[in-house]
């Protein structure tokens, strides 16, 4: 995505995206590697993936509609 057309929303949301994506990898190691009352739930994996994924999501529909207004 162009430089020029991010806003602070888009900014703002890949940012989140960064946290998130980090807090899903810290997630799948402490799974794989962690001892047993230290393992995250698949729950919390899911749960955290979903977020990821809906973070990801509302970015693409806010870069949408910015790449339609500059093409306005």
């Given at each position: 995505?162009?430089?020029?057309?991010?806003?602070?929303?888009?900014?703002?949301?890949?940012?989140?995206?960064?946290?998130?994506?980090?807090?899903?990898?810290?997630?799948?190691?402490?799974?794989?590697?962690?001892?047993?009352?230290?393992?995250p739930s698949?729950?919390?994996?899911?749960?955290?993936?979903?977020?990821?994924?809906?973070?990801?999501?509302?970015?693409?529909?806010?870069?949408?509609?910015?790449?339609?207004?500059?093409k306005a």
């Amino acid at each position: 995505f162009p430089d020029e057309l991010k806003t602070e929303e888009i900014r703002q949301l890949e940012a989140q995206i960064k946290t998130q994506g980090d807090t899903v990898r810290q997630l799948k190691e402490k799974q794989k590697s962690g001892a047993e009352g230290e393992k995250p739930s698949i729950d919390d994996v899911e749960i955290a993936v979903a977020e990821l994924l809906r973070l990801k999501s509302h970015l693409a529909d806010v870069q949408q509609k910015e790449l339609d207004k500059a093409k306005a």
